[in-house]
T-cell receptor
Framework: DAEITQSPRHKITETGRQVTLACHQT?????MFWYRQDLGHGLRLIHY???????NKGEVSDGYSVSRSNTEDLPLTLESAASSQTSVYFC?????????????FGPGTRLTVL | GQQLNQSPQSMFIQEGEDVSMNCTSS?????WLWYKQDPGEGPVLLIA???AGELTSNGRLTAQFGITRKDSFLNISASIPSDVGIYFC????????????WGLGTSLAVNP
């Protein structure tokens, strides 16, 4: 069965360190998204990609970067982790349908920055 | 900009009760999506609505696309403990329907 996986599921790091969160999907979807979820803020879009070599900034992109070298993977990098980036991170993917694209989510990565 | 307002923010109910929640916007949407997030998991699509006035069911869940296109409703009948979670509404970004606009969610707790 097709799926979307994230790793690690939990990560503790220190302020200033570089951290990369992995996202891998086997749906063969063109579109991939990274969100962060914080209490009171719902799901906020960090970065997204519509295909290989395509990346775009979302509403809360500062301090984060992504790269898309193949269809299956969209790793999220925190260049220099800050305590404000402690959050739960979700990766999602969707196929371009011509209408509204339903997004499928991974299980999330809980990141703690000390 | 587009915003989705969900209410209530949270609910605490007894097992067996019916639940109603809604999602409203000042903008018109041509699609409404309802997702559920179980504790410790990612959101999962429950119901998709594509036409004003549409009423769609998925087991004990029923969702409606409001006639004005500015709101949607989700009802859960005869709640059970596994209904616990956060329910999100979402709709397409007006400028780019590959992106979604999300409500802040309704958190549901069910007392057995």
């Amino acid at each position: 069965d097709a799926e979307i996986t994230q790793s690690p599921r939990h990560k503790i790091t220190e302020t200033g360190r570089q951290v990369t969160l992995a996202c891998h999907q086997t749906w063969n979807h063109n579109n991939m998204f990274w969100y962060r979820q914080d209490l009171g803020h719902g799901l906020r879009l960090i970065h997204y990609s519509y295909g290989v070599q395509d990346t775009n900034k979302g509403e809360v992109s500062d301090g984060y970067s992504v790269s898309r070298s193949n269809t299956e993977d969209l790793p999220l990098t925190l260049e220099s982790a800050a305590s404000s980036q402690t959050s739960v991170y979700f990766c999602a993917s969707s196929a371009t349908s011509g209408g509204t694209d339903t997004q499928y989510f991974g299980p999330g990565t809980r990141l703690t920055v000390l | 900009g587009q915003q989705l307002n969900q209410s209530p923010q949270s609910m605490f109910i007894q097992e067996g009760e019916d639940v109603s929640m809604n999602c409203t916007s000042s903008s018109i949407f041509n699609t409404w999506l309802w997702y559920k997030q179980d504790p410790g998991e990612g959101p999962v699509l429950l119901i998709a609505l594509y036409k004003a006035g549409e009423l769609t069911s998925n087991g004990r869940l029923t969702a409606q696309f409001g006639i004005t296109r500015k709101d949607s409703f989700l009802n859960i009948s005869a709640s059970i403990p596994s209904d616990v979670g956060i329910y999100f509404c979402a709709g397409p970004n007006a400028g780019n329907n590959r992106k979604l606009i999300w409500g802040l969610g309704t958190s549901l707790a069910v007392n057995p």
